[in-house]
């Protein structure tokens, strides 16, 4: 047996009435197959009364100065509404396009950023080449320039980690940026 709710009992007495049978505690608590009354009958008792709320309000009549003045005032609850609804749509379109305008210049500015990382490391690479090609002048130097050859390619190594790791933080800012812009994106379409 289904754990009685109010609910159930009330689509109980409802398909009873469907049916043409008077929805008594007896006939419920049959349809449900089990039941206490002292459960049913506070549920049947309610669902009468607004069954007898229901009937009365039907009959009334309501005056036609009285539909007149809720059809003009549902009107303009409507136009109030909808004014308002194109309000805060125009408020939130217009915040969102000050922040795509915001993305846009922070993905100019890590374009600029990775640009001039891209030109620093070409210029250390050519320092570096340079000096690769000085070590190699001179066979007599050979020895002691080796040890700042080492050096130089350590430092190498640790200025190419830097900036790998900062292009890579700032291809990570600037993917980052281009999902925020594509969410924008995908908004503004879905709200057109």
Known sequence: MKTLTDNLIIETCEKLQSEG?????????????????????????????????NAELTTVAIPESVQTALSQFGGNLWKSAMSEAESRMTSERDAMAVARDELD????????????????????????????????????????????KIMLIAEKSKVEAVMNERLNGLQNRLDDAIKIIDKFDIKNRDSD
């Open 105 to 148: 210049k922070e993905r100019s500015d890590y374009t600029d950023a990775i640009a001039i990382l891209e030109k620093e490391s070409a210029q250390k690479d050519i320092e570096i080449s340079e000096i690769a090609s000085k070590l190699a002048l001179s066979d007599t130097e050979n020895a002691t320039l080796n040890s700042d």
């Open 21 to 53: 049978v008077n929805p008594t505690q007896n006939a419920v608590r049959e349809a449900l197959g089990g039941g206490s009354f002292a459960t049913i009958a506070p549920v049947i008792k309610k669902w009468r009364e607004q069954q007898t709320e």
